[in-house]
């Protein structure tokens, strides 16, 4: 009885280490991914609007 705890604790251990590994990796490439997006709007000056006022 011991050892079947013992095994599944164990899944349990390494399933949580590699998911933990897996969010070490995709967090920081959608911050990254967010980053480059946001920088190439702000250089491509983009405007979904135009000011009230001006002419074309």
């Known amino acids: 009885m011991g050892t079947v705890i ?4 164990l899944l349990v251990v390494m399933t949580t280490i590699f998911a933990v590994l897996a ?4 967090v920081p490439a959608l911050v990254l991914s ?4 946001s920088k190439l709007l702000v250089e491509a000056d983009f405007r979904p609007f135009q000011a009230e006022g001006e002419t074309a």
């Open 34 to 37: 967010l980053m480059a997006m």
């Open 6 to 9: 013992k095994s599944y604790a």
């Open 23 to 26: 969010l070490d990796i995709a």
